[in-house]
């Protein structure tokens, strides 16, 4: 398997990946953003993704979105196909997007907001931290994203001050993070998530 900087040769999977993010969206009954193949083709012809492939078999993938400006950078739409999960590979993935956001945009700061447990716990592992949505982009075309998603009202009801979602935030200029099993544990403590 490799997992690499996907490029325009790699487009004859856009429409997979969409898939498999709906289907995953729809089993979990979560809300999620939802992404066209043409959108997903664009950030491939961009290089601002990266695929997992075994062979010709898709794995997975993620993509980088920029905001105000290349001051804030997420990464968005991390998804491995139900044949290969829970071998690691989402936790892969994420290292190698995060590692090409870095080396794409080194002053950008990384922001994510989700309601996965496992989203949440990669990312502060690679020194994410818990904000409030006021410390990350003020970028609408950002939160428009969030429209096709089915807490969308959560979220417009407050303003953009709150939802579902926990906002987490990577600041290069900021040394500190969640670097340890015990700092995971506060954080998941905090936010009342289960622990292995």
Known sequence: ??????????????????DTIAESAKQRGTGIAKRTPKYIISKMNKGDAV???DGSNFVGFSYIESWSHQKFIANSGLIVHPNYRGKGIA???????????????????LFSITTGPAV???NT??????VPFSELTTDQSFWKGCQSCK?????NRTNQKMCL??????DPKCKKGF???????????RLHLKTK
């Open 1 to 18: 398997m490799i997992i690499e900087v996907a490029n325009a040769s790699h487009c004859v999977y856009a429409r997979i990946i969409c």
């Open 51 to 53: 695929i997992a492939l």
């Open 91 to 109: 936790k892969r993935i994420k290292r190698k997007i995060f590692e090409h956001s870095r080396a794409k945009y080194p002053k950008a700061k």
């Open 120 to 122: 949440m716990k990669m």
């Open 125 to 130: 592992e690679l020194g994410y931290l818990p």
């Open 151 to 155: 807490n969308y009202d959560v979220l």
């Open 165 to 170: 979602c926990t906002g987490l935030l990577f």
């Open 179 to 189: 670097k340890s099993k015990r700092h995971w544990k506060l954080l998941a403590e």
